[in-house]
T-cell receptor
Framework: KAGVTQTPRYLIKTRGQQVTLSCSPI?????VSWYQQTPGQGLQFLFE???????NKGNFPGRFSGRQFSNSRSEMNVSTLELGDSALYLC???????????????FGQGTRLTVV | AQSVSQHNHHVILSEAASLELGCNYS??????LFWYVQYPGQHLQLLLK??????LVKGIKGFEAEFIKSKFSFNLRKPSVQWSDTAEYFC????????????????FGKGTKLSVKP
């Protein structure tokens, strides 16, 4: 069974540019979440998508956005990049089943974004 | 605000030593707890999880954790560490938005780096 796939693995962008990161979840998983990992702040939740709808959002500025497609693949976009956006961006997928049943998240290897 | 705290930033042990990594969470409702491990250059992998039932949870690679509700703690233990356990360990709590359901997000602790000397 293939895991969560994130592309690209590495990106270098210039301040002010925008970037799009991609995530393909495990087959059958309909929930996709995004996290930002930095040495200082650790792992912070960005947003979660389920059935093409954003269900939950973390405390990040509007420059961070995402979407999910009908095949559950998700993209994350960051506009007007700042130096502080340099981080490892992780995508996680979950099998969402019966309401009331918590699920575990499976993580991809991440996209390492460097803003110069 | 809900949070997860890990007591140790960096732990250094010799092989065969026992390990205990502390984790506390601040949330009064139903919480599901996880320990993830991140080996160098690899993705986060689930070590173990607690949803309900027996508070002593056994995971992969000989790890276990104990959920103590009265202390809001979920400490990770391993009786004898190996050099291959060198990694960063993250405690996480899943905070449900829909009354114990699957909608919500993980809140992570800052992580504990474990270095095991051969």
């Amino acid at each position: 069974k293939a895991g969560v796939t994130q592309t690209p693995r590495y990106l270098i962008k210039t301040r002010g540019q925008q970037v799009t990161l991609s995530c393909s979840p495990i087959s059958g998983h309909r929930s996709v979440s995004w996290y930002q990992q930095t040495p200082g702040q650790g792992l912070q939740f960005l947003f979660e998508y389920f059935s093409e709808t954003q269900r939950n959002k973390g405390n990040f500025p509007g420059r961070f956005s995402g979407r999910q497609f009908s095949n559950s693949r998700s993209e994350m976009n960051v506009s007007t990049l700042e130096l502080g956006d340099s981080a490892l961006y992780l995508c996680a997928s979950s099998l969402v089943g019966i309401v009331g049943q918590p699920t575990e998240a499976f993580f991809g290897q991440g996209t390492r974004l460097t803003v110069v | 605000a809900q949070s997860v705290s890990q007591h140790n930033h960096h732990v250094i042990l010799s092989e065969a030593a026992s390990l205990e990594l502390g984790c506390n969470y601040s949330y009064g409702g139903t919480v599901n707890l996880f320990w993830y491990v991140q080996y160098p250059g690899q993705h986060l992998q689930l070590l173990l999880k607690y949803f309900s039932g027996d508070p002593l949870v056994k995971g992969i690679k000989g790890f276990e954790a104990e959920f103590i509700k009265s202390k809001f703690s979920f400490n990770l233990r391993k009786p004898s560490v190996q050099w291959s356990d060198t990694a960063e360990y993250f405690c996480a709590a899943f905070l449900s938005l829909n009354y114990g359901g699957s909608q919500g997000n993980l809140i992570f602790g800052k992580g504990t780096k474990l270095s095991v000397k051969p």
